[in-house]
């Protein structure tokens, strides 16, 4: 059964950090490029990073390029997400991927910035 399970999300002033992480079972991870995707209400899925099966090559949206850092660790099956200087339009649920259109996707974890 595949799972993936994020955490680390919660409520930060704009400029803050947040790191998330996610953790993958059930399927061979080291073989899937891995996203982290967002959604706030009213819009669709936004795909805000994503990440070769060996950690080499890394593309960012441009809304979060240069603030933003995927990760992973195949040895943990696990990808990460180092969100520094957040501002509030990063206000969303943030899910970790197994495909760019999030059709297998974890339950996502809510991330809130506001001053």
């Known amino acids: 059964q595949v799972q993936l399970v994020e955490s680390g999300g919660g409520v930060v002033q704009p400029g803050g950090s947040l790191r998330l992480s996610c953790t993958a079972s059930?399927?061979?991870?080291?073989?899937?490029?891995m996203y982290w995707l967002r959604q706030t209400p009213g819009k669709g899925l936004e795909m805000v990073s994503w990440?070769?099966?060996?950690?080499?090559?890394?593309r960012y949206h441009t809304a979060v390029e240069g603030r933003f850092t995927i990760s992973r660790d195949n040895a943990k099956q696990a990808i990460y997400l180092q969100m520094n200087n957040l501002n509030p339009d990063d206000t969303a649920v943030y899910y970790c991927?197994?495909?760019?259109?999030?059709?297998?996707r974890g339950q996502g974890t809510q991330v809130t910035v506001f001053a």
């Open positions: 990440i070769s099966t060996g950690g080499a090559t890394k």
């Open positions: 991927a197994r495909d760019e259109k999030g059709y297998v």
């Open positions: 059930g399927f061979p991870f080291t073989t899937y490029w």
